[in-house]
């Protein structure tokens, strides 16, 4: 089995996510597509995941692939996260990670809403819904008062309180029937939402082009061509399968696969055969790659195993709460973080180092933040180094 410099392994996993140094993309939908999603919990994230992978970036690109061309969609997919991903993504996404139909039942029932509220309630809301996308405050006036209740999820010491239209609505979203969005141009997190039927907004994509079996075997398969060389490990929690589902898909396309190892981190990793023959061939940039990455971006979400990402003693500060904060990349290493509040479109930006870069570094660091600041705020916006 061989084994590869994890320093040249991690710029050939920057290079396929367009983050190594003259590797930029030309076009949205080339990003979405080679590296499978965006993650879209942060109505900002997405923006700045694009501008670190591309040439020129402009919010409206963006704005413009998503709400007028309707190139991209908006779905839960793994790990029930939020996520943007193209069109031809997407029935893989959605038929790889949607949950059976007895566990959406079940959830429903958990919330104290039988089946035939349920069906009563969505009828009604696929009625109002034709023609338009609509608020959650608008839906709720619209519909008969006594048909709209409290409702509440008891999960452990947690206590959820909803109403059963918006236990519905999530249900109807998981079920492929409808889409939440925000407006154009929105960064606001906490602006609400609306809810638009699916096939109102997509009417030629079809969920049922692929089955599941196929779509997980698909996703496992594309995971690997864009975040590999990865362990199982990696696989089943960035899919969010079951390690039976994961050694099923592995079986399927075995003869496709390869074993390698990485100088100085444990385990097994496995890579396309394709992928492979490139990677051979890859000449590492003997120049350094800075990035500076949103909150959730894919390259830092992508990997369970993460001491390829960050030093073992770090993790906590960077990972935190199941998340992975803004970070600060340095030939694909975390080598530091920065503040969240620029996805709103909100300065300072606060840079934190976990030691003290070159100035070459520390000066390429500030200008790639500042023009962050301007892509987010349409404005000059200051940029702090806060030093231990």
């Not at 496709?256 to 990485?262: H, M, T, W």
């Not at 790659?289 to 971006?297: A, G, K, Q, T």
Request: with cysteine.
């Amino acid at each position: 089995m061989e084994t590869f410099q994890e320093r040249i392994v991690n710029q050939y996993v920057l290079r396929k996510h367009y983050l190594l140094e003259g590797s930029e993309a030309k076009d949205v939908l080339q990003v979405v597509n080679d590296i499978i999603a965006l993650h879209a919990t942060s109505a900002g994230t997405p923006y700045i995941s694009l501008f670190a992978r591309m040439k020129d970036f402009k919010r409206k690109d963006l704005d413009e692939e998503f709400y007028i061309k309707r190139g991209l969609v908006r779905l839960r997919a793994m790990r029930g996260t939020l996520f943007i991903t193209s069109l031809e993504s997407a029935p893989m996404l959605y038929q790889a990670t949607k949950l059976p139909e007895p566990q959406l039942l079940n959830m429903t029932r958990k919330w104290g809403i039988s089946q035939s509220e349920y069906s009563e309630l969505s009828e009604k809301l696929h009625n109002f819904l034709k023609g338009g996308g609509k608020a959650l405050t608008e839906i709720r006036k619209a519909l008969p008062r006594d048909l709209v209740r409290a409702v509440e999820f008891r999960d452990g010491k947690s206590i959820y309180k909803w109403t059963n239209v918006k236990v519905v609505l999530t249900m109807m979203m998981r079920r492929g029937i409808v889409i939440s969005e925000k407006d154009m141009g929105t960064l606001r997190l906490t602006k609400a939402n609306k809810y638009v039927l699916f096939q109102e907004i997509y009417p030629k994509l079809n969920f049922d082009s692929v089955t599941s079996e196929e779509a997980k075997t698909m996703l496992v398969k594309h995971y690997i061509k864009s975040f590999g060389p990865v362990t199982e490990e990696d696989i089943a929690w960035w899919t969010g399968f079951t390690r039976t589902d994961v050694k099923e898909a592995l079986a399927a396309i075995e003869k496709e696969l390869v074993c390698v190892k990485l100088s100085g981190l444990q385990g097994d990793y496995l890579m396309l055969e394709t992928d492979y023959r490139h990677f051979i061939k890859f000449k590492p940039l003997t120049t350094q790659s800075v990035s500076l990455l949103p909150y959730e971006d894919p390259y830092t979400k992508g990997y369970k195993v993460r001491d390829r990402l960050v030093d073992k003693a770090r993790e906590k500060m960077v990972y935190v709460g199941g998340g992975v904060q803004p970070t600060i990349l340095l030939n694909g290493k975390i080598i530091g973080t920065w503040n969240r509040n620029i996805e709103e479109g909100k300065g300072p930006i606060k840079l934190r180092f976990f030691w003290q870069p070159k100035k070459d570094v520390e000066k390429e660091i500030v200008q790639k933040a500042k023009a962050i600041g301007r892509l987010m705020a349409n404005q000059e916006i200051s940029v702090e180094i806060e030093r231990d």
